[in-house]
């Protein structure tokens, strides 16, 4: 029902969240244009209650939303700059991730096959720096567009005032629930070597032939493994990775490491270490466990999913239990790479 704000209201959010979390938004509107968007947002009394979604891949929905959720739709994509060897692209904040992946390849321009097959939109991947395979967005961001909340109007952050950082981004931070992705312009290129540096990427393309390897090698191999190795959401709801890789200091590695020979971790500048987050979980006996509907998926430690119509609550219950094992057993906090929503909390 549409009412006459230009909203709907009581709207499902069930197709629009990857888990399959079944709430209800009290209003919702998709905006064709950054116009339209502007409109709609003149009509939100108050932006605390203001959730912006795009393919909702990243979220956790707690109950149903007593606000506002604007879902962009506007898709264009536009060339600001092109030579022969790098190109600037501005593309708009509905577009499907993988979509822009694939288009630009077909284009000929490198850069984006290691993100191939990441769910969601172009405006969220800024958000938390989406990576995978050994690249980061963030590497590849000329600026980021978008809608201050606080003028109304529209500005042009260059990609250093985004603060980029491990799944983190001032949108997270600074900008949380100021400002509203409504485009992001690319830098890409032509002639550039595909990194194939990541261990798991560096064996599927052995397997697949010999070196060299071109962009589209790295993009089909980046796809098998996804498509081997992660639930897909249309089968089983999910978001992903639930928890990042926490750090920890060197003493507290060392520590770790002479009780857990088996401890999975990665050396990072400044004598610090990122530790397996799935190892962790694992560890605490938590692969395969369930709460109600909500499990833990059985050969991805980090990846929580909708086993049989969990409510969020239930993903919350069992995220809180594991966040509480794995403290209490190594001392380390998780932190969430999933965007909690708790709708009711207002
Ligand atoms: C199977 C699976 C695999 C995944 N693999 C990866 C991976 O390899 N690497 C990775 O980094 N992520 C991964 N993700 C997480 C997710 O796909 C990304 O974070 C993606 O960028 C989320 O996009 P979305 O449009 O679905 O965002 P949503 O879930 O809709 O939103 C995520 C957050 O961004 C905010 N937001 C969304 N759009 C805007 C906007 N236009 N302006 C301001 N704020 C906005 C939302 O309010 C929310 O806080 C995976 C998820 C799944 C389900």
């Not at 201050?148 to 980029?164: I, M, N, R, V, Y």
């Not at 032939?209 to 999910?238: H, M, W």
């Not at 530790?275 to 109600?292: F, P, S």
């Amino acid at each position: 029902m549409k009412n006459k704000l230009g909203f709907q209201t009581s709207f499902s959010l069930k197709a629009y969240n990857t888990f399959g979390i079944d709430v209800r938004a009290a209003y919702f509107a998709s905006p064709r244009s950054i116009g339209e968007m502007q409109e709609l947002c003149h009509l939100v009394p108050d932006f605390k209650r203001l959730l912006v979604l795009g393919g909702g891949s990243n979220v956790l929905l707690v109950g149903d939303f007593p606000g506002y959720v604007i879902h962009p739709i506007f898709q264009r994509i536009e060339v600001l700059e092109e030579n022969a060897d790098r190109c600037l692209w501005r593309v708009e904040a509905g577009v499907n991730w993988h979509f822009l992946v694939s288009y630009s390849l077909q284009q000929g321009w490198q850069g984006l096959e290691n993100l191939a097959l990441i769910p969601g939109s172009v405006g969220a991947a800024p958000i938390q720096n989406i990576g995978a395979y050994g690249i980061e967005i963030a590497e590849f961001i000329y600026a980021v567009e978008g809608l201050d909340l606080s003028s109304f109007q529209l500005l042009t952050l260059p990609k250093q005032a985004c603060e980029f950082g491990y799944r983190d981004s001032i949108f997270k931070k600074a900008l949380k629930n100021k400002f509203i992705v409504t485009a992001i312009i690319l830098e890409l290129f032509r002639n550039r070597q595909p990194n194939t540096e990541y261990s798991t990427l560096k064996q599927e393309l052995e397997k697949m032939k010999a070196s060299p390897y071109s962009t589209q090698d790295v993009f089909e191999a980046v796809c098998r493994i996804r498509r081997r190795k992660l639930p897909d959401p249309a089968t089983v709801g999910n978001a992903g990775s639930f928890f990042k890789n926490p750090e920890i200091d060197f003493k507290h590695y060392t520590l770790l490491k002479e009780k857990h020979p088996d401890l999975v971790a990665f050396a990072l500048p400044g004598k610090r270490y990122k530790i397996a987050a799935g190892w962790l979980i694992e560890k605490c006996g938590w692969k395969g466990r369930a709460i109600g509907g909500a499990a833990v998926h059985p050969h991805h430690a980090l990846v929580l999913v909708n086993k049989k119509d969990a409510t969020g609550h239930e993903i919350l219950r069992l995220a809180e239990a594991i966040e509480k094992d794995v403290y209490e057993n190594f001392g380390i906090t998780l932190e969430r790479e999933v965007n909690v929503i708790e709708g009711n909390s207002f």
